[in-house]
Nanobody, 111 residues
């Protein structure tokens, strides 16, 4: 079992920055991939970014060049640096590892 806990959400003006953190506990040595998804009320959850144990990253086209996913050398925690936030980035952001989800943290970018 793996537990994922997000932190770092909040309210920021458009153009501002936030950094999300995801701390994993439990069987962390079984984790191969971690990432972030986001969901707007009434819409499907969508991929934001992922990172593998080898450091390979993948980003949604909508956040490329603005968001950066990273992790420390011990795999824990995983960060999502979000720059130049836009109102359309407003969503609940969920930390993810295959078969596991955090509870989410709200990010609001006001126009």
């Amino acid at each position: 079992q793996v537990q994922l806990v997000e932190s770092g959400g909040g309210l920021v003006q458009a153009g501002g920055s936030l950094r999300l953190s995801c701390a994993a506990s439990g069987d962390i040595f079984s984790i191969r991939v971690m990432g972030w998804y986001r969901q707007v009320l009434g819409k499907q959850r969508e991929l934001v970014a992922t990172i593998t144990n080898g450091g390979s990253t993948n980003y949604a086209d909508s956040v490329k060049g603005r968001f950066t996913i990273s992790r420390d050398s011990a795999k824990n925690p995983v960060y999502l640096q979000m720059n130049d936030l836009k109102p359309e980035d407003t969503a609940v952001y969920y930390c993810y590892s295959p078969n596991y989800w955090g509870r989410g943290t709200l990010v609001t970018a006001s126009s």
